[in-house]
């Protein structure tokens, strides 16, 4: 870091200096920080003009804020960056999703021991929602995930891992490379998946797809039930409550009165 | 509500699920439907409600049948809802729960949220209409609309005039949004710029800047929220604001931390600050930028990366030789211990005892047995 030298020689030879650069018509840095301060003051009044009038709907609209957040980014400016930041302080959009993220982890956590510390984004946006109660504010799965990603600082292991055309929601640190990834996917559809299945479809030898099998179950990602018909199946119970509320099953639907 | 016909709530043949939505009531136009509050699925082909409690009350009707839909805000007391308009029912409709309706449309009243994501969905199956490339293996009837008695369509028509008129005056005031917001990202995007060309000027030393102006320099980028360019530290990566916010959290984590056996995840604290502030809350990344200035700011806290990419706040008075001198003792005495056994036993969280654990084999103390039935740790006798 420049530390400016004391002494009056140095100070002379720093005149000298910035003479020479204004000379050059070049602007110093210090000259732009004071003109930036300046800028940021106007730009803060306009910040404020538009929350009186819009803030509203940013609050209620979720494809607003989508849009926000996407012109933000192309930019280059984050506004959920900090809670001190103009974006945060004055249109609020801070707060909403910093309360998100609390409301991710705490519902990741409670539901760590069951699976592992994988969940799908469609039953933790389910979850969310109900414990947000009813006169919260309601939220849109675009919503998470930017507050997904943010929670990514603090370390952790918050990622997201895309399978059959939604994603699912890691919050442990457990590693999962691109053999793993691709095995929850073939076991999203079922819920579970056999050595058999790994063979067959990805065409791997079946030391790999054990060894894959076997890291998933020292995770806690997934559950072995050795006594099902045929092969042994590895099941998944992040993709479990996906499956249980899908439609009546066949079973149940045979036991129903047309 | 009589555009609906009985279902079995199965899916058929090239039909797919959407979305389904827990905790939803129907209404017949503006009354509350005879039937409780159930689960309502979209398909590519229908539009199914079910009973929540008795899954054998199940509802159906074809999304061709709906004109039009719309949302419907949450009030006090009342939940978000979106009212969809129907078609006439055809001549030929199937049963249902109701012979005859007044009302020409329906709304589906949600209770426990979701109608976001719903409506969003709802009109992607609307704009694509895939029920009609892949018709369903059994019948589903059509209405055309106009087969219905003159009076009602004429009310359709009104309905869908004054609908129209609304959509106008909210999309006028979206765009209204929209274009002082992109005015609004033009000056934003001239800050931008503005900080590159200072931040290139600092590193190529094109004038002498005191550590008082990068202060400044790094507080301006905070409020706008511009990743900070510049990599050489002064006083860690914060700000006055986060050191402020280092002093609070140092006074406010002390008996947290001594109650958790002097350590804690940073996810956990954050979601303890957060709750306690209520409102203004701190961003992960303050939360981070604060932690690290712990050190310089001579603060009685550590934040601590462990190699898993686990981040911690720990006391600086928790000695690392205690903490892994007591797990040794611990394994010792069991003969040995996984993560989950580990933290019953001291009651931290599963994923800080693993944390202890690893360290403690990390410094040679402790070996362990990797098998699929778990981690399982054991003194090291090596």
Redesign the interface.
């Known amino acids: 870091?420049?530390?400016?030298g004391v002494g009056a020689g140095a100070i002379a030879k720093?005149k000298l200096?910035?003479a020479k650069?204004r000379e050059r018509g070049?602007v110093?840095?210090?000259?732009?920080?004071a003109?930036?301060?300046k800028?940021?003051e106007?730009?803060?009044t306009?910040?404020e003009e538009?929350a009186s009038?819009?803030k509203q709907?940013i609050r209620?609209?979720?494809q607003?804020r989508v849009?926000?957040q996407e012109?933000?980014a192309?930019?280059?400016?984050?506004?959920?960056?900090?809670?001190?930041?103009?974006?945060?302080?004055m249109l609020g959009v801070?707060?909403f999703y910093?309360?998100l993220?609390?409301q991710i982890?705490?519902v990741c956590l409670a539901l760590?021991h069951r699976n592992g510390g994988l969940i799908t984004l469609d039953e933790l946006?389910?979850r969310v929602?109900?414990g947000?109660g009813?006169f919260?504010q309601?939220?849109?799965?675009d919503d998470l995930v930017r507050a997904i990603k943010?929670?990514?600082?603090?370390?952790?292991?918050f990622g997201m891992i895309p399978v059959g055309g939604s994603y699912l929601v890691q919050s442990?640190?457990a590693e999962l490379n691109m053999d793993h990834t691709v095995v929850l996917q073939l076991a999203e559809k079922k819920g579970y998946v056999t050595v058999m299945e790994i063979k067959d479809s990805l065409k791997w030898e079946r030391e790999r797809a054990c060894h894959v099998l076997?890291h998933l179950?020292?995770e806690g990602l997934a559950w072995?039930d050795s006594q099902a018909d045929g092969e042994p199946q590895y099941w998944l119970p992040a993709l479990f409550s996906e499956l249980s509320?899908?439609?009546?099953t066949?079973e149940?639907?045979n036991q129903?009165?047309? | 509500m009589d555009r609906f016909v009985w279902s079995?709530?199965?899916?058929e043949m090239n039909e797919t699920?959407v979305i389904?939505q827990?905790g939803v009531r129907l209404y017949d136009g503006d009354e509350k439907a005879k039937l409780d509050v159930g689960v309502v699925?979209l398909s590519t082909h229908r539009l199914i409600w079910r009973d929540q409690k008795n899954?054998?009350c199940c509802i159906a009707i074809p999304l061709s049948q709906i004109i039009f839909f719309e949302e419907q805000?949450?009030g006090i007391g009342k939940?978000?809802k979106i009212v969809i308009h129907l078609h006439p029912a055809s001549a030929n409709k199937e049963p249902g729960p109701y012979q005859h309706s007044k009302y020409s449309y329906i709304k589906l009243s949600?209770?426990?949220?979701?109608?976001?994501?719903f409506y969003?969905r709802l009109t992607e199956e609307m704009t694509q209409k895939r029920w009609e490339n892949t018709p369903a293996s059994q019948p589903i009837p059509t209405a055309t609309g106009s087969q219905a008695g003159r009076t009602r369509a004429v009310g359709i028509v009104g309905i869908e005039r004054k609908i129209e008129e609304k959509r106008k005056e909210t999309d006028k005031?979206?765009s209204e949004?929209?274009e002082?917001?992109?005015?609004?990202?033009i000056?934003?995007?001239?800050?931008?710029e503005?900080?590159r060309?200072?931040a290139s000027?600092?590193k190529d030393?094109?004038?002498?800047?005191?550590?008082d102006?990068?202060i400044?320099?790094k507080s301006?980028l905070?409020?706008?929220?511009?990743?900070n360019p510049v990599t050489?530290?002064?006083h860690g990566s914060g700000t006055h604001?986060h050191m402020q916010l280092a002093k609070q959290l140092g006074d406010m984590l002390q008996a947290p931390l001594e109650e958790r056996g002097g350590m804690m995840?940073?996810?956990e604290v954050?979601?303890l600050v957060?709750?306690a502030r209520g409102?203004?809350?701190?961003?992960?990344?303050?939360?981070?930028n604060a932690c690290k200035m712990f050190e310089t700011l001579k603060l009685p806290l550590r934040l601590r990366?462990f190699d898993?990419?686990?981040?911690v706040v720990q006391l600086q008075s928790h000695s690392e030789e205690e903490m892994i001198a007591s797990a040794l003792d611990n394994v010792s005495e069991k003969g040995s211990l996984t993560a989950e056994e580990f933290a019953k036993l001291l009651g931290l969280s599963?994923?800080l005892a693993k944390e202890r654990l690893l360290l403690a084999e990390k410094m040679g103390h402790l070996c362990r047995d990797?098998?699929?039935e778990?981690?399982r740790f054991y003194p090291n006798l090596f």
Not at chain 1, 138 to 141: E, H, K, M, P
Not at chain 1, 152 to 157: D, L, S, T, Y
Not at chain 2, 110 to 117: L, M, N, V, Y
Request: glycine fraction near 6%; include cysteine.
């Open positions: 870091m420049h530390r400016r720093k200096a910035e650069y070049t110093l840095a210090e000259d732009q920080i003109q930036m301060s800028q940021l106007t730009f803060k306009h910040l538009f009038k819009h709907e209620k609209n979720s607003f849009q926000f012109m933000c192309t930019i280059g400016v984050d506004p959920l960056a900090s809670g001190k930041g103009f974006w945060s302080e801070g707060d910093y309360e993220g609390v982890i705490e760590k946006h389910q929602l109900k947000r009813k919260a309601d939220v849109s799965q943010k929670l990514k600082a603090m370390g952790n292991g442990v640190p076997d179950l020292k072995l509320s899908r439609d009546v066949p149940e639907a129903m009165t047309p | 079995n709530g199965l899916l699920l389904q827990r699925l899954h054998e805000a949450a939940s978000a949600f209770k426990e949220h979701g109608q976001i994501e969003r005031n979206i949004a929209f002082d917001l992109s005015k609004l990202m000056k934003a995007k001239e800050m931008v503005l900080s060309s200072i000027k600092i030393k094109q004038g002498d800047i005191t550590e102006e990068t400044r320099f301006y905070l409020s706008m929220g511009i990743a050489r530290e002064t604001y995840a940073l996810t954050y979601c957060n709750r409102m203004e809350l701190l961003s992960p990344e303050d939360l981070v990366v898993s990419g686990v981040m599963v994923l990797d098998s699929v778990g981690l």
